[in-house]
């Protein structure tokens, strides 16, 4: 195993020697491997606590990706005790922000935006009265969007400019977009891909087509976490992001999500819909960093299992 950390810098203190929390780093390194090396006696999940909680600082400063690189002459502290709670609004939370991005945790039941049949209560109209807070001349911008019923990572923009750096690069920027799904059934195979072309009738309804003039192309990628006689939880990957297309490509191949009528499922186990944005990672738009998302896997989706 490498050696990241100097033990014999001259100019360190003598408290910061003692200090059994604090760390300098000597070459680039990811974070993730930086913190299991410099701390054999935790495990890789405390580690990921830690930077869960935002107890890991580098140069002061709290992060939380765990693919963070870290550069030499970088110093890494562990605080002792949690971050404050993330701020939390009826309907989502805030995970992250700062001066060009925020990213939050929608709840299932919240819009990610206003409808003509309800206009208040979105996550767009929720942040927008965040962020008008600080000054009323702030505005926010919608990058993506979830279904309503869906949970999960969302990102929104703070401007214009950051908007459009985003949308312009989406494939490059997003690295990793990762669901979890709990479908109706066994599934056969324990990984696959799906591809299509999907188009959307005139009741909004999406549906797949082999006829790539007609549709729009989707590709989805899935690996089974659990199964039991009756469900499957299933991790699901983008590689295009089309509208409802996890729930339709899950119909495509016999296995709809729980809870999801409109696709084609008779059950719901679990009083909602079985679909989560679990996992987001991709590259900062102005700062260039690795960022790194990930949220619990919802209570309900265990339940079957």
Do not use: C
């Not at 090396?37 to 890789?44: E, I, L, T, V």
């Not at 999940?45 to 992060?63: P, T």
């Not at 990793?176 to 195979?189: D, F, I, M, P, S």
């Amino acid at each position: 195993m490498k050696e990241f950390i100097k033990k014999d810098k001259p100019q360190q203190t003598k408290e910061a020697k003692k200090n059994k929390n604090h760390f300098e780093v000597t070459e680039e390194t990811q974070l993730l491997t930086f913190l299991l090396a410099s701390m054999p006696h935790k495990s890789r999940h405390n580690v990921k606590a830690l930077l869960r909680d935002k107890q890991v600082l580098v140069d002061n400063r709290a992060i939380t990706q765990f693919n963070h690189i870290l550069k030499p002459n970088q110093t890494v502290d562990i605080k002792d005790s949690k971050a404050p709670q993330e701020q939390r609004y009826k309907g989502l939370k805030i995970i992250f922000e700062d001066q060009y991005l925020i990213i939050i945790e929608k709840n299932e039941g919240t819009l990610s935006i206003a409808t003509e049949k309800q206009k208040l209560h979105n996550a767009y109209s929720i942040l927008s009265d965040h962020v008008k807070k600080e000054d009323p001349r702030n505005r926010i911008f919608v990058v993506h969007r979830l279904d309503r019923e869906t949970s999960g990572l969302m990102m929104f923009a703070k401007s214009e400019k950051v908007q459009g750096l985003l949308q312009e690069s989406w494939n490059a920027t997003i690295q990793e977009r990762t669901y979890l799904a709990v479908t109706e059934g066994k599934v056969k195979e324990e990984t696959g891909t799906i591809e299509s072309y999907l188009v959307e009738n005139k009741a909004l309804t999406v549906y797949s087509t082999r006829n790539p003039d007609h549709g729009k192309h989707a590709i989805t990628h899935y690996e089974a976490i659990k199964s039991s006689e009756n469900n499957s939880l299933l991790k699901v990957n983008l590689e295009t992001g089309r509208k409802n297309q996890i729930r339709v490509h899950m119909k495509d191949i016999g296995f709809p999500i729980v809870g999801d009528e409109k696709y084609g499922a008779k059950t719901d186990p679990i009083g909602r819909l079985g679909l989560h944005a679990w996992v987001l990672a991709f590259v900062h738009p102005i700062t260039n960093e690795q960022m790194y998302f990930e949220t619990p896997i919802p209570k309900k989706f265990l339940w079957l299992f």
